[in-house]
Nanobody
Framework: QVQLVESGGGLVQAGGSLRLSCAAS????????MGWFRQAPGKEREFVAA????????YYADSVKGRFTISRDNAKNMVYLQMNSLKPEDTAVYYC????????????????WGRGTQVTVSS
């Protein structure tokens, strides 16, 4: 397993941008696919984006496609989520997670989670 720590959250106006970072520690980071999830108050945790370990293929929720970009730097053990054109409905706690599963959209398939970072988008 890896240990994950998110950073980069904050308060931003609608239309603005934020870049979330996830630092991973532990062995064999490059062996894991990585995902970003979010959870708003009173709602279930939902898939945002994921990136495969092997070829870097990326996947996005329809709600963020074209606005968010996930990337990873295996040399630095880092995963990023660039968020542009933010909307008030993007307000949530954002979590980074790691998995060895090939099914990347389901939270239950992830083995390790960070504590999350709050993103608040004002209208």
């Amino acid at each position: 397993q890896v240990q994950l720590v998110e950073s980069g959250g904050g308060l931003v106006q609608a239309g603005g941008s934020l870049r979330l970072s996830c630092a991973a520690s532990g062995r064999s980071f490059s062996n894991y696919a990585m995902g970003w999830f979010r959870q708003a108050p009173g709602k279930e945790r939902e898939f945002v984006a994921a990136i495969r370990r092997s070829d870097g293929t990326t996947y996005y929720a329809d709600s963020v496609k074209g606005r968010f970009t996930i990337s990873r730097d295996n040399a630095k053990n880092m995963v990023y989520l660039q968020m542009n054109s933010l909307k008030p409905e993007d307000t949530a706690v954002y979590y980074c997670a790691s998995t060895t599963s090939v099914w990347l959209r389901t939270p239950g398939n992830y083995d390790s989670w960070g504590r999350g970072t709050q993103v608040t988008v004002s209208s």
